[in-house]
């Protein structure tokens, strides 16, 4: 079954500092991947998108992704993290079928940064 | 070009009465999306409408949940008789029809619903 796992409920990073946020999915033909970052009490907004071609992503906000077909991942990294970037971060496979896309999310990882 | 609109933003309800969540898609997108987030989990997919068509629904719950497209007005997510574990948060995405392969088509979400059973 197709599926999103973000082993990481929890990251504290300091201002500054950089920042990897894991993603690993499960799906069986090309995926189709996604990072929303949602703030407290917002909806998702769209960071980066992968269908195809360099597998290195570019952002919003100085996000990038980089998709790994051999180990399943798509990790987004910053690589100075600053204070507004607290917020819950989402990944996202797209099931693409009958000509449009299922989004299947994982449970989320929320980021706090310290001053 | 306005965003993805959804209200009430918040909706507090008693159990058994029913909730209405609308959604109206940003401006020239036909594709509508509805999501739950249940507390402390990503969100789950419900049902996928296009104008006046149900075109995928599998994420319904059997009982009590509805969704509807029409031609002219907002999408509407009805939730009858509700109960306690129907409290989450319910959002809407909207797509266009962008050029490329339709599976690139991205999806907006809007601010959420948070429904609260009582």
């Known amino acids: 079954a197709q599926s999103v796992t973000q082993p990481d409920i929890h990251i504290t990073v300091s201002e500054g500092a950089s920042l990897e946020l894991r993603c690993n999915y499960s799906y069986g033909a090309t995926p189709y991947l996604f990072w929303y970052v949602q703030s407290p009490g917002q909806g998702l907004q769209l960071l980066l998108k992968y269908f195809s071609g360099d597998t290195l992503v570019q952002g919003i906000k100085g996000f990038e992704a980089e998709f790994k077909r051999s180990q399943s991942s798509f990790n987004l990294r910053k690589p100075s993290v600053h204070w507004s970037d607290a917020a819950e971060y989402f990944c996202a496979v797209g099931m693409f079928s009958g000509g449009y896309n299922k989004l299947i999310f994982g449970a989320g990882t929320r980021l706090a940064v310290h001053p | 070009n306005a965003g993805v609109m959804q209200n009430p933003r918040h909706l507090v309800r008693r159990r058994g009465q029913e909730a209405r969540l609308r959604c109206s898609p940003m401006k020239g997108h036909s594709h509508v999306y509805w999501y739950r987030q249940l507390p402390e989990e990503g969100l789950k997919f419900m049902v996928y409408?296009?104008?006046?068509?149900?075109?995928?629904e599998s994420g319904m719950p059997k009982e009590r949940f509805s969704a509807e497209f029409p031609k002219e007005g907002p999408s509407i997510l009805r939730i009858q008789q509700v109960v306690r574990g129907d409290s989450a948060a319910y959002f809407c995405?909207?797509?266009?029809?962008?050029?490329?392969?339709?599976?690139?088509?991205?999806?907006?979400f809007g601010p959420g619903t948070r429904l609260t059973v009582l």
């Open positions: 995405a909207s797509s266009p029809r962008e050029g490329g392969p339709l599976g690139t088509d991205t999806q907006y």
């Open positions: 409408l296009q104008k006046e068509n149900i075109i995928d």
